[in-house]
């Protein structure tokens, strides 16, 4: 008979603890692994953090240290001093400062493009050869400027206002408060480049030019003078007589009066239908022209209307067409001068030789026509964003 099994363990076996007492022993080793792992988190993350402010410190530093102290300035106010020795790097953003810069012999690193005759006017073309573009008047590049790494800008609040705070952080900058008056703005570009004298000294030339034209024109007119003068610039769809600007203060300081219409007219008037014509009325009408058929049609069928016959001016052969560059669009001190050119020959008058102190900088010239350009939507008057020039 087979014995039966005892269900006592034997005397020296040993339970083994039930699994669920190895639970803590597993927990706290997990737990050491973690803490470890988020140890070393923490010291990366501290490490970092070291590394950029250590980092930003020196960055900091570093701007400092290179900060340019300067004023916000308009056109009366403080500007940077720079050597008249030195070569400034200069960036102009407007016609009228890139004129007066090449008058006085400045050459900038970045200009804004022309109007007419792009990229650039004709007779700034040699003087400019190879500088940079930095897009319109209007609308600045403002990127490709502080690229450039300008020593001082140029500018003007009628078109730059809004940009000004952005400007003043690229490099110290002056504001024109026009783009019309070229006196303003030769004295502001000599202020910002150190050229005070040369300043004085082309705009001494300039008063002696006037004196000599003024009085060579009244001899020549004797009772006639002074005469009644339209600035009038034809467009593809209406027609702008100007009375002030660029070119109507020149006129008013040579002692040229506004024709009767334009009298208290701000900027001018604009005027869409030929029975406008009468409007246009005066002693001498300079005409404004573009290389674009559009304008020479308007203008043939302006001219040819009885009521343009009857005008003073026509009658008296007294029409004259004049570079649109020089007379509104240049802005300068250079384009200024050669407006005085083309008053000396449609009058038939000598002009007043020059001393080579004055005769620094290439003069507009009037031989070829300007290109054509955009045409800007209508307006009212002149806006900080249409092809207005200095007008």
Not at 155 to 167: G, I, M, N, Q, S
Not at 185 to 195: D, H, N, W
Request: aromatic share 6%.
């Amino acid at each position: 008979m087979t014995p039966t099994p005892s269900l006592r363990p034997p005397p020296h076996s040993r339970l083994r603890p039930p699994p669920s007492r190895q639970a803590p022993s597993v927990l706290r080793s997990l737990l050491l692994v973690l803490g470890l792992f988020a140890g070393v988190l923490a010291f990366v993350a501290l490490a970092l953090l070291a590394g950029m402010l250590l980092f930003a410190g020196t960055a900091e530093a570093d701007i400092r240290a290179d900060t340019r102290t300067y004023a916000r300035s308009d056109s009366a106010a403080a500007a940077p001093a720079v050597s008249s020795a030195s070569a400034p790097r200069l960036v102009t953003l407007y016609q009228g400062a890139t004129d007066s810069a090449v008058a006085l012999g400045v050459t900038p690193i970045g200009v804004v493009d022309a109007w007419m005759e792009k990229p650039t006017y004709r007779y700034l073309r040699e003087a400019l050869d190879g500088v940079e573009h930095v897009g319109l008047e209007t609308q600045p590049n403002l990127e490709k400027v502080a690229w450039l790494d300008p020593d001082v800008i140029v500018a003007t609040r009628f078109r730059h206002e809004r940009v000004r705070p952005l400007l003043e952080q690229i490099a110290p900058t002056r504001f024109s408060s026009t783009v019309s008056d070229f006196k303003a703005s030769l004295t502001m570009v000599a202020a910002a480049t150190g050229r005070e004298d040369r300043a004085e000294q082309l705009l001494a030339c300039w008063d002696d030019r006037i004196a000599d034209l003024r009085a060579k024109i009244s001899t020549a007119l004797g009772d006639a003078w002074p005469q009644k003068a339209a600035v009038v610039r034809f467009k593809s769809d209406h027609v702008r007589l100007y009375s002030s600007g660029f070119a109507g203060s020149i006129l008013e300081e040579l002692g040229f009066r506004q024709p009767d219409a334009a009298a208290d007219q701000g900027w001018g008037m604009k005027l869409t239908s030929e029975e406008n014509i009468p409007a246009l009325d005066a002693d001498v009408i300079f005409v404004l022209l573009e290389n674009d058929p559009a304008i020479h049609d308007t203008y043939r069928h302006w001219t040819a209307h009885p009521l343009w016959q009857r005008l003073t001016a026509t009658q008296a052969g007294r029409v004259y067409e004049v570079d649109t560059v020089n007379w509104i669009m240049g802005g300068g001190i250079l384009a200024a001068n050669a407006m005085l050119d083309d008053l000396y020959r449609h009058y038939g008058l000598s002009p007043q030789a020059l001393s080579p102190s004055c005769a620094l900088g290439e003069a507009p010239s009037a031989v070829e026509e300007p290109s054509a350009i955009g045409e800007p939507s209508a307006i009212k008057e002149p806006s900080a964003t249409t092809d207005e020039g200095a007008a």
